[in-house]
Nanobody, 123 residues
Framework: QVQLVESGGGLVQAGGSLRLSCAASGLLFSTYGMGWFRQAPGQERVFVAAIIWSGSNTYYGDSVKGRFTISRDNANSTVYLRMNSLKPADTAVYYC????????????????WGQGTQVTVSS
């Protein structure tokens, strides 16, 4: 059974930083691309960042480019999202997802999802 478990969310002031982690089990992690998406109340789930299986290519949504960094540790089956210069607009539930073969920005092409972790940025 595949499990993706996010952690590291919380409440932070604007301008602060957080690092999200997503621990994967039940899949051959090193063969999957990994992504982070977020969903604010009443809004659709949107792409944040993705990283291919080897870690050599990364992708970012326009609103987080230059502030967020995605990375992965295949030895420990974990993907990270470092978030700097946080803004109130970054407030959302952040989801980790795994894709075996698909476009990294397309949520509907991901195979497995975590339960999400709340990030709240206060002004």
């Amino acid at each position: 059974q595949v499990q993706l478990v996010e952690s590291g969310g919380g409440l932070v002031q604007a301008g602060g930083s957080l690092r999200l982690s997503c621990a994967a089990s039940g899949l051959l992690f090193s063969t999957y691309g990994m992504g982070w998406f977020r969903q604010a109340p009443g809004q659709e789930r949107v792409f944040v960042a993705a990283i291919i299986w080897s870690g050599s290519n990364t992708y970012y949504g326009d609103s987080v480019k230059g502030r967020f960094t995605i990375s992965r540790d295949n030895a420990n089956s974990t993907v990270y999202l470092r978030m700097n210069s946080l803004k109130p607009a970054d407030t959302a539930v952040y989801y980790c997802a795994a894709v075996l073969a698909g476009r990294p920005r397309a949520a509907h092409e991901y195979d497995h999802w975590g339960q999400g972790t709340q990030v709240t940025v206060s002004s």
